[in-house]
Nanobody, 112 residues
Framework: QVQLVESGGGLVQPGGSLRLSCASS????????LSWYRQAPGKGRELVAA????????TYADSVKGRFIISRDNAKNTVYLQMNSLKPEDTAVYYC?????WGKGTLVTVSS
């Protein structure tokens, strides 16, 4: 049974940082590329960042390039999203995605 469990969301002021984690189980983690998506209130779900199975390749949405960093630890079956210089428009539920499965998401709110 595939499980993806996100954590690390919360309330942060503009300019602040958060680190999201997605703990995974139920599949061969090191063989699979993973992604972070987000969905802001009233908007569709969008790709934020993706990483290849061994982390050699990453992709970012233009809106987060230079501010967010996706990484993974295959020994811990965990993928991370380091979010820096956060803006109010980054407010959204952030989801982990792998193997056609979604986590339940973690809410990030950027507000003063």
């Amino acid at each position: 049974q595939v499980q993806l469990v996100e954590s690390g969301g919360g309330l942060v002021q503009p300019g602040g940082s958060l680190r999201l984690s997605c703990a995974s189980s139920g599949f061969s983690f090191s063989n699979i590329g993973l992604s972070w998506y987000r969905q802001a209130p009233g908007k569709g779900r969008e790709l934020v960042a993706a990483i290849s199975n061994f982390g050699s390749s990453t992709t970012y949405a233009d809106s987060v390039k230079g501010r967010f960093i996706i990484s993974r630890d295959n020994a811990k079956n965990t993928v991370y999203l380091q979010m820096n210089s956060l803006k109010p428009e980054d407010t959204a539920v952030y989801y982990c995605y792998a193997v056609t499965y979604w986590g339940k998401g973690t809410l990030v709110t950027v507000s003063s």
